[in-house]
């Protein structure tokens, strides 16, 4: 199950992305977050394609660690394309039968909204989760957000959340590959039988699962505690983090990029 999921999990490569400065592949992500779903054109969608392109080229993420990361959002993208070609009604009709009719719009709607899904998740994955730790990725969240402190906000807590929640999530999905295996050698079956028997079958995955986090989540207390942990307040670091000339060329080159994307879209939705 671990080799199948990839959500969570940091894939070392060795690449310039790997080693660009977080703070700016999280502001690079939020630039072609709002991109994706700027762009609806055809040109601006096939720059799109090429641009995730050469982020997957830069990052060298493995075929198959990418096939892993979309498998499991495939199924919701195929239910956006259907709800989306078979609700929308606007535009001509190409085809018809009984209650079910399809137009244009609703077809390029819903390709667009496949798409978009799809480039978000790619993006995702290329410029934060498979590229960056989770302790760095906490370390330039609590950066970016660090002018939230004039008005209370625990920043430095937020990231330690996120980061420990970035860093069990692999621990959590290997944990419930070694329940269902436990259970399936005293006789579980979760493949088979009606659909309310197969979810009953999984309480006998989720009360151990549970039970197996807060059991984690109690030692991860104690042992912070008892290295006197307290928070963010003074604390310093044993690796600051630094942007040097590199990481700047690599943030401009991929702005340039998602200004590109922009430009297209405004280009040719005139």
Request: aromatic share 10%; charged share 15%.
């Amino acid at each position: 199950m671990l080799n199948n999921i990839s959500l969570g999990r940091y894939v070392d490569t060795g690449s310039i992305l790997h080693k660009t400065d977080p703070r700016l592949k999280i502001i690079l992500y939020i630039v072609y977050l709002v991109a994706v779903f700027i762009v609806d054109s055809p040109p601006a969608l096939v720059a799109l394609f090429f641009i995730t392109m050469l982020q997957l080229i830069v990052a060298k993420i493995p075929l198959d660690v990418m096939w892993s990361t979309l498998k499991p959002v495939l199924p919701l993208a195929l239910f956006l394309f259907l709800i989306n070609i078979f609700t929308i009604k606007q535009g001509e009709v190409v085809f018809t039968w009984k209650f079910i009719t399809v137009t244009d719009y609703g077809s390029s709607r819903a390709i667009l909204m496949s798409l978009r899904l799809v480039f978000l998740i790619l993006s995702t994955s290329v410029l934060l989760t498979l590229t960056t730790t989770p302790l760095k990725v906490a370390d330039a969240l609590e950066y970016l957000m660090s002018p939230l402190k004039v008005f209370h906000v625990p920043v430095h807590e937020a990231s330690m959340m996120m980061s420990i929640a970035l860093r069990f999530i692999p621990t959590l999905i290997e944990e419930t590959d070694k329940i269902m295996k436990a259970q399936e050698s005293r006789g579980a079956n979760y493949d088979t039988g009606s659909f309310v028997n197969r979810i009953k079958g999984y309480i006998t995955v989720l009360i151990p699962l549970f039970v197996s986090s807060f059991k984690r989540a109690e030692d991860l207390a104690v042992a912070m505690d008892a290295r006197c942990y307290r928070g963010g307040k003074n604390r310093t670091k044993l690796n600051p983090l630094k942007i040097t000339g590199r990481d700047i060329a690599v943030f401009v080159v991929f702005l340039a990029g998602a200004a590109i994307l922009i430009g297209l879209q405004v280009y040719f939705a005139r």
